[in-house]
């Protein structure tokens, strides 16, 4: 018997088989959770269908957070289906690759409401919804990277959304805490996936990263899936608002001071 067994979850945000969500897909699967899966456009759902129908999905439904209509006809399907929910995985950003490869200073009004929308507000969104089909015991985790708390080159407006991200986390946590819901973010470390492609020299993000972190190394998706499952399971039932690294370590550290 898994963790997760006779668990229902969905799983918000794979692209492809690199995707962390992904990750948290199988290592899902593995401890005994029934998944729900959604995809962005026709584009995606190539990829995405293939992938949940092998880990016999019993929800693949097209879902694209910038519209409210889309998010409610999502849920609407769910409630359907399920009636009832544990647990979702919030997997999902999107910014402007412009805005991630010129100066911070030159951000956008657009860039700025584009990636906080889809960002940050798309998990309020998606937890307005999840919450009236979750009973107490069930779990929200979001994923978010250390460019909310500290300047990481290239990261810029990414990181003020994950900002906004991990404060909603919070507030998520205390407002849905008297129903027995808990909501977590993961901060992942760089891992590379077609999100991460837009960051600003990620490669050498990847290798300072590696260098920084007292194990030496990177994470994988499927380390982050772990974790996360853990916060998804019962497990961790005495745990909520909490920002949970899974980043080697990395963010205890001085950060690659060029010292070796
Ligand atoms: P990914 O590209 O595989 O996943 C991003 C997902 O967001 C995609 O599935 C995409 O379809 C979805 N998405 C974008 N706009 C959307 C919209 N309007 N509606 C619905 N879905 C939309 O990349 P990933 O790296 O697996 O990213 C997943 C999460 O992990 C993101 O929140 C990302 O910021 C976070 N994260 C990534 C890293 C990393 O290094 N890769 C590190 C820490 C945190």
Request: with cysteine; charged share 20%.
């Amino acid at each position: 018997m898994g963790i997760l067994a006779g668990k229902k979850g969905l799983i918000l945000g794979v692209a492809n088989n690199k995707s962390i969500a992904w990750g948290v897909a199988q290592a899902a699967k593995r401890e005994g959770a029934i998944l729900g899966f959604n995809y962005l456009g026709e584009q995606m759902e190539k990829r995405v269908r293939p992938l949940a129908e092998s880990l016999g999905a019993e929800i693949i439904e097209p879902m694209n957070v910038s519209e409210e209509a889309s998010i409610d006809a999502f849920f609407a399907k769910v409630k359907e289906k399920w009636g009832e929910i544990d647990f979702i995985v919030h997997s999902i950003a999107y910014a402007n690759k412009d805005a991630l490869q010129n100066r911070f200073n030159t951000t956008t009004r657009e860039d700025f409401h584009l990636a906080l929308d889809i960002s940050a507000y798309s998990f309020i969104a998606c937890a307005q919804r999840a919450a009236p089909l979750m009973k107490e015991g069930s779990s929200m985790v979001t994923m978010t990277y250390l460019g909310a708390e500290r300047a990481v080159p290239g990261y810029n407006v990414m990181g003020v959304a994950k900002a906004a991200l991990e404060a909603s986390t919070r507030y998520l946590a205390q407002d849905l805490g008297p129903d027995g819901i808990r909501v977590n973010s993961v901060s992942a470390g760089p891992i590379r996936t077609l999100a991460a492609s837009a960051v600003g020299d990620f490669r050498k993000l990847m290798e300072k990263s590696a260098r920084g972190a007292m194990l030496k190394r990177n994470v994988s998706q499927d380390e982050v899936g772990n974790t996360t499952v853990y916060l998804l399971s019962d497990l961790s039932s005495g745990v909520t608002g909490e920002l949970h690294y899974v980043d080697a370590g990395f963010h205890i550290g001085a950060g690659d001071t060029g010292a070796e």
